[in-house]
């Protein structure tokens, strides 16, 4: 009996030193594999979160900032009415301040001068000798969008409208990027180039189904000039509610922070409309 209970508490001795042998090497096995193939938890919403910001951000640095901008610009200009017309428009623009246009017809005579400042709009007739005096307003019922002097003065430049930060979601292939806001006004899809960011497409829905307004604008034919300002020689805008109004810009000249004036003297013989 005696023997038999020295061989089983050896019995014993051995199974607890084989068992905390065991667990050691399970243990040590454990350690070793979970530090060998740690797989790393993935925020993709984080990643998807940081592209968009580095996205904006550069689009926000691309935007030209002037002081002045001077331009000549072929237009190609279809209205509600169904009608073309082409003609050839110099524009002056002090930054925030003041929009001067010059309208030439046939033979390169003036037919239109336009003074357009943050709240109102001046429009000379110089072929029937008449003057209009309006409101900022007005561009809203010319453009069928809720234009302000600030949003004119970005699309003549190239900068682009209506962007709002709110970005929900991102489109990427291999040439493009495109994001989408949701802003107080618009659904914006804003397509850059992936390569420099330059503008592509914008295209914006009207966040009130019942409007169902719509604008797209392309820009292309990007050019760099002596300053290094990379500008879009290229514009074609269409807008679409209850008409369409198509326009297409093509800059034939442009340039930045230089000297302007603005003339726009209403001689005494025009009538008021």
Not at 74 to 96: C, H, P, Q, S, W
Not at 152 to 180: E, R
Not at 237 to 243: G, N, P, Y
Request: positive net charge.
């Amino acid at each position: 009996m005696q023997y038999i209970h020295r061989l089983i508490c050896f019995g014993l001795v051995i199974g607890l030193t084989a068992s905390c042998r065991s667990t050691k090497s399970i243990q040590t096995a454990i350690a070793k594999k979970d530090t060998t193939h740690v797989i790393p938890v993935v925020d993709s919403r984080a990643d998807s979160m940081y592209f968009i910001k580095k996205v904006l951000d550069t689009v926000h640095k691309n935007q030209i900032d002037f002081q002045t901008f001077s331009a000549k610009i072929k237009v190609d200009f279809e209205g509600k009415d169904g009608r073309k017309n082409d003609f050839n428009a110099f524009v002056n623009l002090k930054k925030d301040s003041i929009l001067w246009i010059s309208i030439n017809a046939l033979f390169g005579i003036e037919a239109f001068r336009v003074l357009i400042t943050p709240d109102s709009v001046k429009v000379m007739d110089k072929i029937n000798r008449t003057i209009q005096l309006r409101s900022v307003e007005s561009l809203q019922e010319v453009t069928q969008m809720p234009m302000t002097f600030k949003e004119l003065q970005n699309l003549l430049v190239g900068n682009p409208v209506f962007l709002d930060s709110n970005i929900s979601s991102y489109k990427k292939d291999d040439k493009t990027i495109s994001l989408v806001s949701l802003g107080a006004l618009f659904k914006h899809f804003l397509t850059v180039n992936i390569d420099d960011y330059t503008l592509q497409h914008s295209k914006l829905d009207d966040v009130d189904a019942i409007r169902s307004r719509t604008a797209d604008i392309t820009y292309g034919d990007y050019q760099v000039n002596k300053k290094n300002i990379r500008f879009s020689t290229y514009r074609r805008i269409t807008v679409s509610e209850r008409s369409k109004l198509d326009i297409e810009m093509q800059f034939k000249q442009f340039d930045f922070n230089v000297d302007l004036s603005f003339p726009f003297n209403i001689p005494r013989n025009y009538k008021r409309q």
